[in-house]
């Protein structure tokens, strides 16, 4: 017996749970948490990086950019992929390919070694991410059980990036930062060996091809915006890397669009994207991502210039935002059965705003405990509460293309951390810029100065989204997820 919702059929409570998902569970999570902390572990270590292997500025940037490009511009592809040749195989490829890269990095002994190894990591990290979700909606198909799961995987993935901040300082003040890299192999190990106990094997499917020319115009037009607004910051907006590459991406992906809409078997069906509920879901999580940047980058800069934190304790101050997301996801949970998802992704924009704007008000001699912690933690609230119900609403209901479908989410958020890192970098430059121009004051005040209107302005900006995904998730496209 079924259920509907909207134009999709769920399964109802009838069906037989498979005894060993919660085993599958801890897997995936384990494999996703791999993936996550790597965005940001490196990004302490990297004076660390720059020193041991003689590397100049603008290569110390490229050991961050160059993973973005590999994993936000492959996960669409890794999504079908995984769709095509089954969740469990290509999980266990993506975790091996992922653990040999990262052997290969920590054993780097220049700078082309080391990025080649952040790129494959990149690579074989858009194979696992949306293997993790397809294995995720196909496992806990009921509506008892999936809130809590993706709750769980919430958890592990909005956290990855605190804990990678907190881990990557460890590591590199008490060990060194190659063991930034090789922290992966053990966490590889322990994924894949509860992917071959618990993950049960799908047959591939038959009788289908991967949309060569999708793929191919998908994967450029994502890198060239990832590259474009990686380059906006440091060379400018008006540079013709930037623009040239901003350009292309669009146009690139303006050809994709065509290509999906004429394809017999496309790489990602239109309706999955034009689903209300899945178009707010991923609209709202590239505004997340946004809200994010701000948060991490400008208090990370605020812990260790202004109030003088060594790397492990600006790390270990990134905790309340995954004790934030946490209960966060606690809240959120047993919501999704029930409310319309409108109510509840608009709340948990609204909060991360609320945390931005309070960043808009820190100051020079503004302490951690009343200025800094209560950012953290309304980031980390907001973040849990969108994060879950984005994940499950952009799988629900997608059939063999969930695994892409689920790639989405993760390819908003890498485009949403792009664009906030270019953007707001860009705002807090030229706003302490004209602020030390006119007041005469110190870098340190004029810097701050300029992270109080990029905090404000993406706290302006979580509103319009927030506004936004209410109407795109509108009545036709709000619907509980499951009954």
């Not at 995954?322 to 998802?341: D, E, I, N």
């Not at 020079?364 to 969108?386: I, N, Q």
């Not at 004029?446 to 993406?458: Q, R, Y």
Request: hydrophobic share 50%.
């Amino acid at each position: 017996m079924t259920t509907s919702v909207g134009s999709h059929r769920l399964p109802s409570d009838s069906v037989i749970p498979d005894p060993r998902r919660w085993w599958a569970l801890s897997a995936v999570a384990t494999a996703q948490l791999l993936i996550g902390l790597d965005g940001t572990i490196m990004n302490i270590a990297l004076p660390s990086v720059q020193k041991s292997l003689d590397m100049s500025d603008p290569a110390r940037q490229w050991v961050i950019t160059i993973f973005a490009l590999g994993y936000g511009g492959l996960l669409l592809l890794g999504g079908r992929l995984s769709d095509l040749f089954g969740r469990r195989r290509t999980l266990l490829v993506g975790l091996t390919g992922f653990a040999l890269a990262s052997a290969l990095g920590g054993a780097a002994g220049g700078p082309a070694m080391l990025l080649t190894a952040r790129a494959l990591q990149g690579v074989f990290g858009a194979l696992v991410t949306p293997a993790v979700l397809g294995t995720l909606a196909v496992t806990f198909p009921l509506p008892a059980e999936r809130g809590k799961a993706f709750g769980i995987y919430g958890t592990v993935m909005g956290s990855s990036s605190g804990l990678g901040v907190a881990l990557g300082g460890v590591l590199t003040d008490y060990l060194d930062w190659r063991w930034c890299m090789y922290v992966n192999l053990p966490l590889a190990v322990v994924a894949g060996a509860g992917v071959l106990y618990a993950v049960r094997p799908a047959p591939p499917a038959t009788r289908v091809r991967v949309d060569v020319s999708g793929a191919l115009l998908a994967t450029a037009g994502l890198m060239a915006l990832v590259f474009g607004f990686a380059r906006a910051e440091p060379d400018g907006w008006n540079a013709p890397t930037t623009v040239g590459a901003l350009t292309g991406g669009v146009l690139l992906l303006g050809a994709f669009v065509w290509v999906q809409h004429r394809s017999a078997g496309p790489l990602l069906p239109l309706r999955v994207v034009l689903d209300r509920r899945r178009g707010g879901s991923y609209l709202a999580v590239l505004s997340l991502a946004i809200g994010m940047f701000a948060a991490q980058f400008f208090l990370t800069f605020h812990l260790q210039n202004v109030l003088g934190y060594s790397p492990v304790m600006a790390g270990l101050a990134f905790l309340p935002m995954t004790a934030g997301l946490m209960l966060g996801v606690r809240l959120v949970s047993p919501l999704m059965a029930r409310a319309p998802v409108r109510l509840l992704l608009v709340p948990g924009l609204l909060t991360i705003a609320a945390g931005l704007a309070l960043l808009g008000l820190v100051r020079v001699d503004s302490g951690y405990w009343l200025h800094a912690l209560p950012v953290f933690a309304l980031v980390g609230l907001g973040t849990g509460w969108v994060l879950v119900t984005a994940n499950s609403t952009a799988t629900l209901g997608a059939g063999p293309y969930t695994a892409v479908a689920g790639a989405m989410v993760q390819t908003s958020q890498q485009i949403g951390g792009s664009l906030g890192t270019a953007l707001l970098s860009t705002i807090a430059g030229t706003s302490a810029a004209a602020y030390l121009r006119a007041h005469h004051l110190s870098a340190a005040g004029a810097t701050v100065h300029g992270f109080n209107v990029a905090g404000l302005g993406a706290a302006g900006f979580l509103c319009l989204a927030a506004v936004a995904v209410f109407l795109i998730t509108g009545p036709s496209g709000s619907r509980r997820q499951e009954r």
